[in-house]
């Protein structure tokens, strides 16, 4: 499962920074957004990955620590994601503004 | 330690009152101009007032001679697992320097920037509510919501007014930061793998047990958390992005983001001097040299930048350069005499850069587009103009240069000195506190430093001759256009800024007395960590933060 996730990411990562180094708007926002992928990905496997164990305490009281997944990581993942899409909404709305004002979708505002 | 008073509850106010203002603000109309107005006008002032209250209140001195380090933990929450907000003398002097920039880039909007475009007082007041909040966490993922509400705010402010140039800076300046935003996450969910927590004063409490193979791994999260700040801070070769933005922005938006790069500063500075001060063990010193030698290329760029810059916009943009590149090498330092000394430079530099960009936009008005790079072309090729010179000067002796250009021709030479760190002003007082900590170090003076001190006075310089340059052209030139008209809500903020300066010059033994103790308490953070983590001082058990007598939760 380590291996799924590891490759998963990198592959993630790996294609958003390519498209990121591309010089047209709308290769930039896709980037942007694999970009987050990854990280997100990345910063759910920071909390170790456990399988069939809930982020919570099943019945009232203490439960064992040992049976539960970290639930730091995954409200910090649902903080990022939220906040990763509010982000790309405004920078597509930028890239659509960019695109009207220069004629052209280069990242430059001109061809080069 | 806890205060449990209706004054402890005014630490979080900084955050809450931009917050719901700004958002109230977008229930009303575009057109209530005037109610908007008068609301962030409100707001700021009494942000302004509430910082200075948190600033008297962290510079004084507990009983038994401790600090003060206000903790307000939200939720109620004991430290490690809650998040807490904290006030120490740092994060007191950064809420009190964005309150007043806040405040004068306000007033000066007022005149018609902020008719520009829609719902400008609402991203403004959210911009303060961001940076507030990145001052005043103790928590590392906090800190990355609130860099996300003050940049999203920015986004939308560096667009403020429209047109082609400003959506071609944004272009460049949103990717930039939503990239340092991932590494940022990377970064914090890399030291979250390794240490378990996310709070600033655990961090710096468990940074010294780590064992050999987590510290790699922590060390590398910093490093990628470090170069997220760094591209906030402005850093050479990550600032490309910044003249050309800051160029692109109105000018209260730019006097304003003055404060930006500074975000960035103060992060490095506290998560440096925490993580990896003089109390880290093994760990102790990362990063120094990057911080250092990246710190001195910034100098160097900004400083051939500043000499470059055709137009005085550019020049603002890289005098930000030249001041971010300063601290971040005096932080490398890792010498609190330095760090003190960069921290009076960091609130002087900025006052006066915001000061000089809502300048430029006084001194451009009236004059024609361009102007400044045929002045520069003349100056480069030979002027033709001496003949018509000659002819002209008898008609022109005891013509009185107009009061407004002599007011703004003083307001350019004092942002000159600032700039340049020229004597009387207090831009002087800070280069002075750091070269003299610099060269009293104990035993001879290494070549590095050395190489420092050789920057700091060649930049000086070079701001020196480019303001020199660009005053002579567009103040003393006899004037192609009309004489700016400049209304006193305009003049005002700049004569405040720079009256602040002032201020600071006189005030400088008493200002440098609270910068050393600020440096002080960065530099062994373990009373700042005592305090947020209520582990008394005898070693007992920590304690939980107790309810309010008041029964407030």
Redesign the interface.
Known sequence: MEMVLAIGIGVFAGSGVWLLLRPRTYQVIIGLSLLSYAVNLFIFSMGRLKIGAPPILSVPGVGDPATMADPTPQALVLTAIVIGFAMTALFLVLLLAARGLTGTDHVNGRED | MVVHSLAEHLVIVPILLPLVVGAAMLLFDERRRQLKMTLSLITVASLLAVAVLLLIGAATIQSDGDATVMVYPLGNWPAPFGIVLVVDRLSALMLVLTAVLGASTLLYSLARWHKAGPRFHTLFLLLLAGLNGAFLTGDL?NL??FF?VLL?AS?GLV?HG???AR??A???Y??VN??A??LF??G???I??VTGT?NMADLARLVPSLNIDERALFETGAAILGVAFLIKAGMWPLCFWLPTTYAAACAPIAAMFAIMTKVGVYVILRLFLLCFGGEAGNSAGFGADWLYYGGMATIAFGGIGVLASQSMLRLAGYSVLVSSGTILAAIGTTNSAVISGALFYLITSTLSISAFFLLIELIERGRDAGADVLAVTMEAYGDGESDDEEDDDEGEVGVAIPATIALLGGAFVACTALLAGLPPLSGFIGKVAMLSALINEAGSISFSHWLLIALMMLTGFATLIAMTRTGIRTLWMPREGTIPRVRAVEAAPIGALLALCVTLTVLGGPAMRYMDATAQLLYWPQEYARDILGIAPAGTVPLRPTLGTEGKP
Do not use: M
Request: glycine share 10%; hydrophobic share 55%; proline share 3%.
């Open positions: 993922f990355f919501v996300e999203a986004y667009l429209s047109g082609t959506v071609k944004g272009l460049h949103i990717p939503l990239v935003s991932s996450l990377i914090v969910a890399i979250y793998g996310l």
